[in-house]
């Protein structure tokens, strides 16, 4: 059964700390990896999408990475607007529906 | 339109009536979905619609639920005797035809069934 994992589900940082949150996956044919950035009250913005392993995207502060079970995305010196919900979602072709699944996402807090 | 439009931003209704939810995709994307955010948990897909295709119903969580797209854009996501657990946010994106460059997600209309 395909699968997305995102840990920590919370993650508390100071200005300027950096860090990773992580994105398990288990899924037959992956054709694509998505980061959205989910504020409240509001629909998950896109991100990022990588298509394979080794690929890596960056913006701003952010680095998404991807290998071939997990994706990382990293934040560099985060910022107090930084903090949202961040989802991973796969993209996997095949059967009767193409679409995204998604993990639960990791609650971030940037505190100044 | 320039991006994915819903209505009503919010919905509070009473156990038992039936709702209404509306969703208007980005004009040329031929794809849309409907999913459902409840607090705590990831985004559940509910159902898909591509084109003049069949839509793909698998995710609805019950009878009670039903969609349907009018001339390939607006999409309404129809909930029959809403009980207490079909609160939630319900989130509707678009995408052009494969989905694999992602989807562009409204900012969803949270219902509350009180």
């Known amino acids: 059964e395909d699968q997305v994992t995102q840990s920590p589900e919370a993650l508390r940082l100071q200005e300027g700390e950096s860090s990773s949150l992580n994105c398990s996956y288990t899924?037959?044919?992956?054709?694509?990896l998505f980061w959205y950035r989910q504020d409240p009250g509001k629909g998950p913005e896109f991100l990022f999408t990588?298509?394979?392993a080794g690929e890596e995207k960056e913006k701003e502060r952010l680095k998404a990475t991807l290998t071939k079970k997990e994706s990382f995305l990293h934040i560099t010196a985060p910022k107090p607007e930084d903090s949202a919900t961040y989802l991973c979602?796969?993209?996997?072709?095949?059967?009767?529906?193409?679409?995204?699944?998604f993990g639960t996402g990791t609650l971030l807090a940037v505190q100044p | 339109g320039a991006g994915v439009s819903q209505s009503p931003s919010n919905k509070v209704t009473e156990k038992g009536k039936d709702v209404e939810l509306r969703c208007d995709p980005i004009?040329?994307?031929?794809?849309l979905y409907w999913y459902r955010q409840s607090l705590g948990q990831g985004l559940e897909f509910l159902i898909y619609?591509?084109?003049?295709?069949?839509?793909?119903k698998s995710g609805l969580p019950s009878d009670r639920f039903s969609a349907e797209r009018t001339g390939g854009s607006v999409s309404t996501l129809t909930i029959q005797r809403t009980q207490q657990e079909d609160s939630a946010v319900y989130l509707c994106?678009?995408?052009?035809?494969?989905?694999?460059?992602?989807?562009?997600f409204g900012s969803g209309t949270r219902l509350t069934v009180v």
């Open positions: 994106a678009s995408s052009l035809a494969s989905g694999s460059y992602g989807y562009t």
């Open positions: 899924v037959s044919g992956l054709r694509g």
């Open positions: 990588l298509y394979s």
């Open positions: 979602a796969v993209y996997r072709r095949g059967g009767a529906t193409n679409k995204l699944i």
């Open positions: 004009s040329g994307h031929t794809a």
């Open positions: 619609f591509q084109g003049n295709s069949a839509p793909d």
